[in-house]
Each structure stands twice: as structure tokens, then as C-alpha cells.
């Protein structure tokens, strides 16, 4: 009779339930992802593997070799219902032993799909590398899941569902999405930095990343790919974190990135806006803070696609980052690790808005180097490039300052400079259009080819300055003879002027040599002559004595 009153009272409901009737309808992401990883299943199961400290963050075991990502980090996940199956996808792990799946080729073909979510979910499993002799059983089961996800992600021919996306998302995030070093930015090691002498850098964990990196360029690159439902997972935090895997030291991954990034920009145009300004972000970081970044040159081979597929008219946003990004770039002193794909992009931009000329060629000029002779060689390289996209308008406008700033190159004591400059004139639409308005450029550039050809140390300028003298005199031999003629009177001028200035001296010398022993103030230069007051002094000395 008790049995039965006791039988028919509410019982108390257990933990699961009141987790289940919590939401209302947005699960907490954490539930069903670190259910199907099963972190507490490895507690305690084999040395190394440790259960989640938090539901926020992956498992990390107590030897820091091996850690397990939970998938609330995915900022995209949040807020999104997690069927059945995901909740299942990572029974793999339950035993707390790290052992291989079944192939594909061994399920059915209804399995398939259950069991490629599943070895998604092993594979969120990270491994450390900085031990070798670590897990390296592990580590080999992991990285031949990984290749059989590569071919199962190549082979299908169904559209990704929603939780298959969320999955891959979260195993690409575990892998991939990691912070590096902080590099030390003290202002004596930023003026030695040198990329090119670096020896290169090679990330032990590679074996895995390439693997991961292939996996993620695949899925972008899917026919199956839907990208108005892959941009929920695909969002702008994992674009964000994608970008700042380009600091990376290792080549081969930046290589990946730039791959990868520049498909995600081709297939998601919602992105777009937000990845030209998140580049562009990095670029001002790097500009007015650091001066240092790995990724710059895969950055900008990008940005040259992008700037190459731009709409006429150019749009002012499209401008503004010429101006306040590409052109300050020329800045920092490792520019020569990045300059061949910031001229690229520099040059598509004229190619695209020959009125943009202009803005280019003086911003160059604000940024001209005055003591490194190897920037000044590149400059000078760059400049030839956007000089055969001007057109003879854009030109007129600055050939003033950028002759000039030639002038001073044709007599710079450094023979490569010199040389880099007088090769300008074996372009032949440059050389038109010097040559259609010779009457400005002549006479701010014959003082320097003159200098050149009675001085310079450099055999090979000398020969090429003649050859430049040559070209204005066989266009002009009048105007060539009036420069000539003023050159020879300024020269005149300027030594008669030297020789006032010395008898001047003399005499200030002679006043100051002859009052030296008086009392009277007397305005001596500093170099008074020692030779002179000896001699003028020495005389009185023996008479009075």
C-alpha cells in the first residue's frame, strides 16, 4: 500500500533533463559538442589525457602533450540547435583510448556520413610536437584520419548539411587557430631586422596543419559547399582568425592561407568589405606600430587579385586605401621583403585610373629614401613601372618634383643608383614623354648628366650619361646649347662667388691677425689661421723682447 502512495508521487528530475528543458530553443553549445568529445571519458583513462577543466575552453592533458577543442569557442556555433547526430560524432573518444575508425570503404553507404562527422570530432583532438617521441601513435592515427577526410570531402557529391559544416568549422578551428610568440619589437633589433637573412622557419606540427590546411582550401573550394549557409560558420571571427595565421613564420603556411583566403573572398562577396578592412587593419598596425609582420607579401599578392577585378570607376573607398595603406607601406625598412607585390598592386591601381598617377608618384617621392641605396635602386624600379602607365597629363603635373628628385640620383655617389636612374631613358614611352617636354626637364636635369660626365667615378655612368646628353642634344641642339650656355655661367658665377667668399675670409683673417695682441674686440672666424697670427705676432715678440 506504501509502495503504491510512494509510487505515484513526482520524482525528482535528474541533471540531464533540467539541462534539456533550460533553453528555449538555443542550446548551449557546449552540451551536445563536449557530449560528442566525451572529456570526461578520458579522465583518468590513459596517462596523458585529463577532463575538461571548464565547459568553455578544450580539455588539456596534465603533460601538455595532447588537447581537446570544444566547439563553444566558435563564436559562429553559438546560438544554433545541435542534432542527434553531432551529439554522437565523437563516440570515438568515449573509451578514452585514441584508436583508429573504420574506413570509409569499409561502412555502408548510409554510415558515411555518421562516420565522417565522427572522425571529424577525433581529429579535434591537438597534439604537441615539440616532443617527437610523444604519442606517436596517436599522432600517425590522427594524421591518416585526416588524409581519408580529404579524400571523403573531395569524393562527395551531396550538399553539406548544417551540422556536417558546424563540425568541420570546429576541427579546422581546433587545428589551425592558435596564437603565436610575441615577437620582441625593441627599436635596436627593428633597425637590424632583415627577414632575408633569416634561416626559415619550420613549424613542427606541420604534418597535421597541411593536412588541416588541404582539408579547409577543399571544402571552400566544394561544389557541395553552400555559401549562403556556410557563412554562419564561416563568419567574421574565423575570417579574423584566419588573417592573424599570417604572422606565421613557416612559408608553407602562409602559402595556404593566401590560397585559401583568396577563395573565401571569391565565394562568400558578403565578406568582402569586411576582409579588404581587416586587411587593411593589418596593414596600419604594421605601418605606424610594428614594422613587423610575416604575412605582408601574401597579403598584398592578394590584394593585387582583388585590385585587378575592381569596377570602373573606382570607388572612393578603393582610393582612400591607395592613400592611407599602399602608398605608406613604402615605409618601413623591410620593405624589400614585400616591394615586388606592393608595386604590382601600386601599378594596378594606375592601370586601372591613369588620373591616380599623380598621387602615386608624389606619394613615392614623400617616402623617397635618403641614405639606403638598395630601397633607392627599388623605388627607382617602381617609378619606371607607374611612368609607363602615366599618361602625358598626369605627367606634366609632377614632373617638376620628380626630376628633381632624378637629378639627385644621377649624381649619387652609389653606381647602381645612378645607373638605375639614367635607364629610365631606355623606355621608350617615358623617353616621349621626357622628350615632349624637354624644355622643363632639361634644365633641371643638365647641371646633374654634366656633373656626371666630366666626374663621376663609374665608367658605366659616365658612358650612359653621354648617351642620355646625347638623345637632348639630337632633340633639341638649341636648347641643349642655351643649358650649356647657362651651366657655364652659373659655374662662373658660382667660382667667382667662392673666390669673394675666400678673399673675404683673408681679409677678416689679416684684421684679426693684426689686432690680436690689442685689446680691441674683434670678430675672428673659428678657423683663423694659426700660420698667420705666427707669423704676424712672432716679429713683435722679438722686439719687444
Not at 510512494?6 to 548551449?28: A, E, H
Not at 599570417?246 to 583566403?261: G, H, P
Request: include cysteine.
Amino acid at each position: 500500500m506504501i509502495k503504491q502512495i510512494l509510487g505515484k508521487l513526482p520524482r525528482k528530475p535528474s541533471k540531464s533533463s533540467q539541462n534539456d528543458s533550460n533553453g528555449d530553443g538555443g542550446v548551449n553549445g557546449n552540451s551536445s559538442l563536449n557530449s560528442s568529445l566525451g572529456p570526461n571519458s578520458l579522465n583518468n583513462s590513459k596517462p596523458g589525457f585529463a577532463s575538461s577543466k571548464s565547459s568553455n575552453s578544450g580539455s588539456r592533458l596534465n603533460n601538455g602533450t595532447l588537447i581537446s577543442y570544444s566547439s563553444s569557442s566558435n563564436k559562429s556555433n553559438q546560438g544554433k540547435n545541435t542534432s542527434p547526430l553531432a551529439s554522437q560524432a565523437g563516440h570515438t573518444l568515449a573509451s578514452g583510448v585514441y584508436e583508429a575508425l573504420p574506413s570509409f570503404r569499409d561502412v555502408p553507404s548510409s554510415e558515411k556520413q555518421s562516420l565522417f562527422l565522427r572522425k571529424l570530432s577525433m581529429c579535434c583532438v591537438v597534439f604537441y610536437f615539440s616532443d617527437p617521441s610523444k604519442n606517436l601513435k596517436e599522432k600517425d592515427i590522427k594524421r591518416q584520419t585526416l588524409l581519408e577526410l580529404v579524400d571523403y570531402i573531395s569524393s562527395v557529391t551531396s550538399k553539406f548539411n548544417e551540422v556536417t559544416m558546424q563540425e568541420i568549422t570546429r576541427m579546422v578551428a581546433a587545428n589551425l587557430f592558435r596564437t603565436f610568440p610575441s615577437p620582441s619589437h625593441d627599436s635596436k633589433l627593428l633597425e637590424m631586422y632583415d627577414l632575408e637573412e633569416e634561416e626559415p622557419a619550420m613549424d613542427p606540427a606541420w604534418p597535421h596543419l597541411q593536412i588541416v590546411y588541404e582539408f579547409l582550401l577543399r571544402f571552400v573550394a566544394s561544389p557541395e559547399t553552400d555559401a549562403k549557409l556556410a557563412k554562419r560558420y564561416i563568419d567574421h571571427s574565423f575570417v579574423l582568425k584566419l588573417l592573424d595565421l599570417f604572422d606565421s613564420d613557416d612559408q608553407r603556411e602562409r602559402d595556404y592561407l593566401k590560397t585559401i583566403l583568396h577563395r573565401i573572398y571569391g565565394k562568400f562577396m558578403v565578406h568582402r568589405p569586411f576582409i579588404r578592412k581587416a586587411i587593411n587593419n593589418i596593414f596600419y598596425r604594421f605601418i605606424f606600430e610594428t614594422e613587423k609582420h610575416n604575412g605582408i607579401a601574401e597579403l598584398l599578392e592578394i590584394l593585387g587579385s582583388i585590385i585587378n577585378g575592381f569596377a570602373l570607376p573606382l570607388k572612393e573607398e578603393h582610393k582612400l586605401f591607395l592613400v592611407r595603406a599602399l602608398i605608406p607601406l613604402h615605409k618601413p625598412k623591410c620593405v624589400s621583403t614585400y616591394h615586388q607585390q606592393l608595386s604590382y598592386c601600386i601599378t594596378q591601381f594606375v592601370e586601372k585610373d591613369f588620373k591616380l598617377a599623380d598621387t602615386v608618384i608624389r606619394g613615392l617621392l614623400k617616402y623617397w629614401p635618403v641614405t639606403n641605396s638598395s630601397k633607392e635602386v627599388m623605388f627607382l624600379g617602381e617609378l619606371e613601372e607607374v611612368l609607363e602607365a602615366t599618361q602625358a597629363a598626369e605627367f606634366q603635373r609632377c614632373m617638376v618634383p620628380l626630376f628633381r628628385q632624378i637629378g639627385r640620383c644621377l649624381n649619387s655617389s652609389h653606381f647602381q643608383v645612378a645607373e638605375r636612374a639614367l635607364f629610365l631613358w631606355n623606355n621608350d614611352h617615358i623617353r616621349n614623354l621626357i622628350t615632349q617636354n624637354r624644355k622643363v626637364i632639361l634644365p633641371i636635369i643638365f647641371p646633374a648628366l654634366e656633373r656626371n660626365t666630366r666626374g663621376h667615378w663609374n665608367q658605366a655612368v659616365q658612358s650612359l650619361t653621354l648617351n642620355v646628353r646625347k638623345i637632348f642634344s639630337d632633340a633639341d641642339q638649341s636648347l641643349f646649347d642655351e643649358c650649356l650656355a647657362r651651366f657655364q655661367e652659373d659655374e662662373a658665377k658660382e667660382k667667382e662667388m667662392l673666390k669673394k667668399r675666400e678673399l673675404t675670409w683673408k681679409r677678416l683673417e689679416d684684421v684679426a691677425a693684426s689686432t690680436a695682441v690689442s685689446n680691441e674686440a674683434v670678430l675672428v672666424s673659428r678657423f683663423v689661421s694659426s700660420i698667420a697670427i705666427a707669423t704676424s705676432t712672432s716679429p713683435k715678440a722679438t722686439a719687444g723682447s
